[in-house]
T-cell receptor, first 112, second 115 residues
């Protein structure tokens, strides 16, 4: 199993909603990442987890809350988002922290 | 802080022709370097990476890249392009940050392949 899965594929939410994005890998990777990608732009790093601990937070607003319940699972909890947060959210993993190697297909988020 | 420049926003090549995508980086020490490919609406796929050692790196799908420290470059090459190679290509540089690698992406090069 050499893939990163993400659910849901698409998500539409209002500014007062609470939702969560889920990411899973079963490759034994100990580093997991969240990226945000706006249309026609490169991915921007949001968070890095290493051995289930938050290692890097790229000054992301608190309305985005990451969680790593175990070594295979990474969540991104969303609350009170703004329309400008609409983007493709990518999860990635690597054997250790040294650059993301396997990306999931992403969740296309639309905030109304 | 590290940075990556991909000078070509858009490149068009004929199928079967050779390809070279340019990437220049700025970083004070030896960087970690990556090339990714992204098809429309998809996630990214790692083509190859350079951490150390041999400066000519072989990747998947017939791609290779050469690290040239003197030119601060990490250009991606393929001898014969296939129509399925049409996609967006991102070069990225990783730099040590508090014991971890912070990866910064270039702005991407969109490759169009014509018959």
């Amino acid at each position: 199993d050499t893939e990163v899965t993400q659910t849901p594929k698409h998500l539409v939410m209002g500014m007062t909603n609470k939702k969560s994005l889920k990411c899973e890998q079963h490759m034994g990777h100990r580093a997991m990442y969240w990226y945000k990608q706006k249309a026609k732009k490169p991915p921007e790093l949001m968070f890095v987890y290493s051995y289930e601990k938050l290692s890097i937070n790229e000054s992301v607003p608190s309305r985005f809350s990451p969680e790593c319940p175990n070594s295979s699972l990474l969540n991104l909890h969303l609350h009170a988002l703004q329309p400008e947060d609409s983007a493709l959210y990518l999860c990635a993993s690597s054997l250790k922290v040294g650059g993301a190697e396997f990306f999931g297909p992403g969740t296309r988020l639309t905030v109304l | 802080a590290q940075s990556v420049t991909q000078p070509d926003i858009h490149i068009t090549v004929s199928e079967g022709a050779s390809l070279e995508l340019r990437c220049n980086y700025s970083y004070g020490a030896t960087p970690y370097l990556f090339w990714y490919v992204q098809s429309p609406g998809q996630g990214l796929q790692l083509l190859l990476k350079y951490f150390s050692g041999d400066t000519l790196v072989q990747g998947i799908k017939g791609f290779e890249a050469e690290f040239k420290r003197s030119q601060s470059s990490f250009n991606l090459r393929k001898p014969s392009v296939h129509w399925s190679d049409a996609a967006e290509y991102f070069c990225a540089v990783g730099a040590a940050s508090g014991g971890y690698q912070k990866v910064t992406f270039g702005t991407g090069t969109k490759l169009q392949v014509i018959p």
